[in-house]
């Protein structure tokens, strides 16, 4: 059974389409890859996967594990194990990151986190990103740089185990070393039992991952599917190479 399917999906936002007969199968223990130029719809497209009011699902349907989620709320798609990271992640004040996670992978799990077992467990992930332990007490992401707001995706990432996490340009913004740490903490995550999706212009962040499939979208719809030869042809020739002839 695939993780996930996406069916002759058809997303508008604001009565505009966006996306028009997108399909997509994903299995468990794959990593994909989302290619595109700017604003062709990768972001629409996880956007309405994750359950984005703002994106209006016209026609088409998603399954995750089998189950239609098609018009399933947000909150339960992420219970279900579904998880994005944000190219632009959001700062919240009043919530501590440690707060934000142990919250969050509760909510997911079920279960009251064992406060000084949960505080061990997230030092150990920091350190592998090197984060400073302080930035646990610090309200989310308020203050952070670039560079260690992805680092808190990415940490993310790590805590709640999702089933099935969709990565939008997580590698934007990043100095050589930090996309190597963000790269690592995928690598890290990534089992034969959870899914990747990868959003990227920057192959550098792919180095040391097997990627199963590249997609590239355009014209409301995934034109092309490969390898990760298509990779090498867009950043050698352009997007123009590998979408002509569709």
């Known amino acids: 059974m695939a993780l996930l399917e996406i069916k002759k999906l058809k997303v508008a936002v604001e009565d505009k ?19 595109g130029q700017n604003g062709v719809g990768k972001s629409t497209l996880v956007s309405a996967v994750m359950g984005n009011p703002s994106y209006v699902i016209k026609e088409g349907h998603i399954l995750f594990e089998g189950d239609d989620i098609t018009d399933a709320s947000a909150d339960e798609r992420a219970r279900k194990g579904i998880f994005m990271s944000f190219q632009n992640p959001l700062e919240i004040t009043g919530v501590t990151l440690e707060n934000f996670l142990r919250t969050a992978r509760g909510s997911i799990r079920g279960t009251k986190e064992k406060i000084v077992a949960f505080r061990h467990e997230l030092e150990e992930k920091m350190d592998a990103l090197g984060m400073e332990h302080t930035y646990a007490d610090r309200y989310l992401n308020v203050g952070f740089s670039g560079g260690e707001k992805k680092k808190a995706e990415i940490l993310q990432l790590l805590m709640l185990q999702p089933k099935l996490a969709f990565l939008d340009e997580t590698d934007s913004g990043l100095d050589v070393d930090a996309v190597k740490t963000v790269t690592e903490g995928i690598r890290h995550f990534h089992t034969k039992e959870n899914s990747l999706v990868i959003i990227t212009h920057n192959a550098s962040i792919l180095d040391g991952l097997d990627v199963d499939k590249v997609h590239v979208l355009g014209k409301c719809k995934i034109l092309r599917t490969g390898d990760r030869s298509l990779i090498d042809r867009i950043n050698e020739f352009g997007y123009a190479s590998v979408t002509e002839e569709v």
């Open 17 to 35: 389409t966006i996306l028009n007969g997108v399909d997509l199968k994903i299995e468990p223990g794959e990593i994909h890859v989302l290619m």
